[in-house]
């Protein structure tokens, strides 16, 4: 793909940093927003429990299968399109799973999770064209607390909407989010297509990446495949855990757990400000030495589980920022940090969907936590790992 100087760069670097910002708070959101109204929603559609998780859970099924095509959507309309079919795949879905019976649910949600791939693949993209790499790990942590503040928008205001107008709506009217992001990004996109439309075509075949950056970038993948396996897991079982061990009603487990939430955004930015100190290991280091601690925590310390999920918020809302602020790093085009986020990001969704499955099975099979948090803490140490030794190699590559 060739690169093309952004309009948003030419005319305000933080026009396009903003459309980065648009663009998060739609990228989970739509995700989270059926969990606080699930009742009334399996009562309404006559779902059983495995399939009203499915609204949840398939959209990460999604990111691992639709990797490859929004790959190819990226490089065949450019970056600024992809996220403008982003934002209207996102209003699609949103409005088709508000809409009908349970089939039309699922098919929503499905949507709604191919097109959030397409936009996790393509904001490194922007990053790396239109942000200097010096800058990259504060756009990428910004980018990483707005998805996070889209979550806990949808998560806190989904069921009082509910209790007025409805389940329906109130899962319907977050479209207004991806609606208004498509007004912001199709300007862009126009200029975007305007300036390509005199320069040579982009390249549509497969990119082929040096030795270095593939070796960077499947080391990625594995961190990321943990980091993600993490974080879903104790998404979906932190609330459960805390019940049996710590005897906390609904309500209470459900705070702690949001502070595993509220966190991340500490750590977003924490990951950026630490790397403009230190070395862009010691970063990596540092979240995954938090994301380590929770699940030895919860083992060791059960009692302090307030402080455990507060430090393993910041490792996963760090662990993220720093695996994409990499990407940015080390690759040197528009195509090549496509290829890259691609591969790191389908590879790593695979490991991920099996995360809170896998969990919730093991527990089931031992009746306790402890086989679990191993588990958990297995995943953990993995991104720890790689996460640390790709860092260290990105540091021999130039600033492009």
Do not use: K
Not at 53 to 62: D, E, F
Not at 79 to 84: G, I, L, R, T
Not at 182 to 188: A, K
Not at 196 to 206: M, Q, V
């Amino acid at each position: 793909m060739t690169h093309f100087p952004s309009p948003a760069r030419r005319v305000l670097p933080w026009t396009m940093v903003l459309g980065v910002v648009i663009v998060a708070v739609n990228l989970r959101g739509p995700i989270v927003a059926p969990a606080p109204v699930l009742g009334p929603i399996r009562e309404d559609l006559g779902l059983s429990s495995t399939v009203a998780g499915l609204l949840t859970s398939l959209p990460v099924l999604c990111f691992a299968l639709a990797g490859p095509v929004a790959s190819w959507v990226i490089r065949r309309v450019g970056p600024d399109s992809a996220v403008v079919l982003t934002l209207l795949g996102v209003l699609l879905g949103t409005v088709v799973r508000s809409a009908g019976p349970a089939p039309t649910a699922l098919i929503g949600t499905a949507i709604i999770g191919a097109a959030i791939m397409v936009g996790n693949i393509v904001v490194p993209v922007l990053i790396r064209r239109d942000v200097p790499w010096q800058r990259a790990g504060m756009v990428t942590g910004l980018y990483t607390a707005a998805m996070n503040v889209g979550s806990m928008l949808t998560s806190l205001g989904t069921a009082p909407l509910a209790s007025v107008v409805g389940w329906r709506w109130a899962l319907a009217v977050w479209g207004l989010l991806a609606a208004a992001g498509v007004v912001y990004w199709r300007p862009l996109a126009r200029r975007a297509r305007a300036a390509a439309a005199g320069a040579a075509p982009p390249t549509r075949g497969t990119v082929r990446l040096t030795p270095s950056v593939s070796r960077i970038s499947w080391l990625l993948l594995v961190a990321f495949g943990g980091q993600s396996f993490a974080y879903y897991a104790v998404s979906a079982w932190l609330p459960t855990l805390l019940s049996d061990t710590r005897g906390l009603d609904a309500a209470a487990s459900g705070v702690t757990a949001s502070l595993f939430q509220i966190f991340a955004v500490v750590g977003a930015f924490g990951v950026p400000a630490l790397a403009a100190r230190a070395p862009g290991w010691v970063p990596v280091a540092t979240v995954a030495a938090g994301w380590v601690t929770m699940p030895i925590g919860l083992l060791l310390a059960p009692e302090a589980y307030l402080l455990w999920s507060v430090l393993g918020g910041i490792g996963q809302g760090g662990g993220f920022t720093a695996i994409l602020s990499i990407i940015a790093r080390v690759t040197g085009s528009d195509a090549e940090a496509a290829t890259v986020s691609a591969r790191v990001q389908t590879g790593g969704y695979v490991i991920s969907a099996t995360g809170a499955p896998l969990v919730g099975a093991v527990y089931a099979a031992t009746g306790g936590w402890s086989a679990p948090l191993l588990v958990v803490l297995t995943a953990a140490l993995s991104f720890a790992v790689t996460g640390v030794v790709a860092a260290l190699l990105a540091r021999r590559h130039q600033p492009h």
